[in-house]
């Protein structure tokens, strides 16, 4: 397998973070039921060798389906407001087992690290107080966009496979 370019894995790796926490947020703003769509699912998982791990504020979630129940029927409404972001490529060589690899040029065949903080605002008030957030993500390719070679506005790139939420102040 072709070494990945470091100029290719800095632009996609920076790309992929500003369009996942530009879209990722908003969703959690005002569409959680869409939340569900931007983790890898678990029929795609290979038990031994890859896992969903989801942690919010310390306690474990099993899976995208139980954050989600848990954003909409747990949770009051929520404002997140994003201060910065930063990327790492963790695995430039990343293929989930049974996907079909991007072309190597792509640059898409790694697994991204995103670090997020900010401030969120829990219920309905506008005048609520605001709270520190961080939160660590590892994004891995879709597998359904490999296997399409098609970028639509429905299938997203990148998919969440590791988060670690938690309010900090």
């Known amino acids: ?16 973070a500003q369009h996942f926490v530009e879209s990722y947020y908003p969703m959690l703003n005002n ?12 029929a795609t998982m290979n038990g031994d060798k890859q896992h969903l ?4 504020n310390g306690n474990q979630v099993s899976d995208a ?27 430039p060589n990343f293929i989930a087992e049974g996907a079909q690899a991007w072309p190597a040029e792509s640059g898409k065949n790694m ?6 903080s900010g401030y969120v605002r829990y219920g309905d008030s506008k005048e609520g107080k605001m709270r ?4 660590t993500f590892l994004l891995v390719p879709n597998p359904t966009a490999a296997a399409s070679k098609q970028r639509t506005k429905n299938v997203k790139e990148w998919l969440i496979q590791t988060q670690n939420f938690r309010i900090v102040a």
Do not use: W
């Open 1 to 16: 397998m072709a070494n990945l370019d470091p100029v290719t894995a800095i632009k996609v790796s920076t790309n992929a």
């Open 31 to 42: 569409r959680r039921d869409a939340m569900t769509s931007f983790y890898v699912p678990q």
């Open 53 to 56: 791990s989801i942690s919010f």
């Open 65 to 91: 389906a139980a954050i989600q129940t848990m954003f909409e029927e747990q949770m009051p409404q929520s404002h997140y407001e994003v201060q910065c972001h930063d990327c790492h490529v963790v695995n």
């Open 111 to 116: 697994t991204i690290l995103v670090s997020v």
């Open 132 to 135: 520190g957030f961080s939160e």
